[in-house]
């Protein structure tokens, strides 16, 4: 069982930054994927960034270039660094641990960001 807590997010203004964490308690950690996810109001979930357990990245065209993920293993803490914030990428934004064998799907309670002037 793995439980996932974001933390960092909050009312920044166009431009701004902020960067989120989600601390996993649990065992194995190094070995699951790592995710950000968002949804905004009325949308549906979307996806934002995604960590292999090797480290490799993969972003979503509307953040690529703005937003960097990283995974600390060894704090068991994976980072969402979001830079050059828009009106658009306010949404209540998830962290998720997923591995395929076995299949394990986790997701946190989520974290409000707010970007507006």
Known sequence: Q???VESGGGLVQPGGSLRLSCAASGTGFSLFAMGWYRQAPGK???F???I???GHTNYADSVKG???ISRDNAKNT???QMNSLKAEDTALYYCSAKRQIP???YWGQGTQV???S
């Open 2 to 4: 793995v439980q996932l």
């Open 44 to 46: 549906q979930r979307e």
């Open 48 to 50: 934002v960034a995604t």
């Open 52 to 54: 292999t357990s090797l």
């Open 66 to 68: 703005r937003f960097t």
């Open 78 to 80: 994976v980072f969402l």
């Open 103 to 105: 299949a394990l799907d």
């Open 114 to 116: 707010t970007v507006s």
